[in-house]
Structures are given as structure tokens and as C-alpha cells.
């Protein structure tokens, strides 16, 4: 067990300690949480270990964060290091640009495929749906015709044995 004492100090004079056996080996235990993050210190300490919490004051940093993102462009770093992020996005557009493609030709030979089936099952058949049902409306207004012509010859034999009682 390591013995000492340990003080981080903020630059906004917040002074977090910790005295006595805060390491066991090199298994690090929590020391304290600093706005909202926890600290911990892992591994030996050494006399003169400095560690120092900070802010960049009013939020405004230097972007090096981005620029180091954009170092990062020109760099093989995909496809077992052989290719760039924008090479491994135009190899990765272009293949899903042909994979559409192939979809779009397969999607019309397959509604081709099918007008032709459709169109052979109809021939073997001999039944057009169409003109079944102009058929259908043909005799149903002869029928409608002869109901007409029926009550017709009705109304008139009544009308004779009327005149001949």
C-alpha cells in the first residue's frame, strides 16, 4: 500500500484531497467527482506527480479537435489502410449506385415477366374478365327486354278477355 496524500487544486480554487492508502497495486479506486465527471487515478504515484483539472474559461477552444479530423481526410486509414475516408465513400456510392441499378432492372424484367404469365394464362384460358362482364350487362338488359315484352302480352290478353266477357 502506497501512504501520501494527494491534493488536485482547480484553477477555480476547488482543492479536492485524498490522504492515506489511495492505491492498492495498480487497482484505482474513485477519488472524488469534479462538475459532474468523475476522477479517478489509476497506477503508482512518484514525488512530483502534478495533475491539473482545467477549463478553457469562457468555452471557446481552438479547434484542434477539427483540425486534426481534417488531417485525418488524406490518411489511409480504411480497408486494411489502403484507402482514404473520401476514396472509401466514392467506392461505397459507386457500389450502392450499381446495386440500385441492378435492383431497377430486375424490378422491370420481373413486371415484364409477370404481364407476359398473365397475358399466357388468359390466351389458355380463353376468359377476358372485361368482356365476361360486357356480356354479363348484354344479357342482363335482354332480360330486362323480354321482362317488358312479357308483361306487355299480359296487360293485353287481359285487356281481350276484358271485352269478350
Avoid: W
Amino acid at each position: 500500500v502506497v501512504g501520501g496524500r494527494i491534493e488536485l487544486v482547480t484553477d477555480k480554487n476547488v482543492t479536492i484531497n485524498s490522504s492515506g492508502g489511495i492505491f492498492s497495486g495498480a487497482v484505482a479506486k474513485p477519488m472524488a467527482v469534479f462538475s459532474g465527471y468523475p476522477l479517478t487515478i489509476s497506477g503508482v504515484a512518484s514525488v512530483g506527480d502534478r495533475f491539473e483539472i482545467t477549463d478553457d474559461g469562457n468555452g471557446q477552444g481552438d479547434n484542434r479537435n477539427a483540425l486534426s479530423l481534417q488531417d485525418l481526410k488524406g490518411l489511409d486509414l480504411l480497408n486494411d489502410n489502403s484507402m482514404t475516408f473520401i476514396e472509401f465513400y466514392r467506392s461505397l456510392i459507386t457500389e450502392l449506385g450499381s446495386q440500385t441499378q441492378l435492383a431497377e432492372v430486375s424490378q422491370a424484367s420481373a413486371k415484364l415477366l409477370l404481364e407476359q404469365s398473365q397475358s399466357r394464362r388468359e390466351s389458355v384460358a380463353g376468359v377476358n374478365l372485361d368482356e365476361e362482364a360486357a356480356r354479363l350487362i348484354e344479357f342482363q338488359h335482354a332480360y330486362s327486354a323480354s321482362a317488358q315484352v312479357i308483361n306487355t302480352a299480359r296487360d293485353i290478353f287481359q285487356t281481350l278477355l276484358g271485352v269478350f266477357k
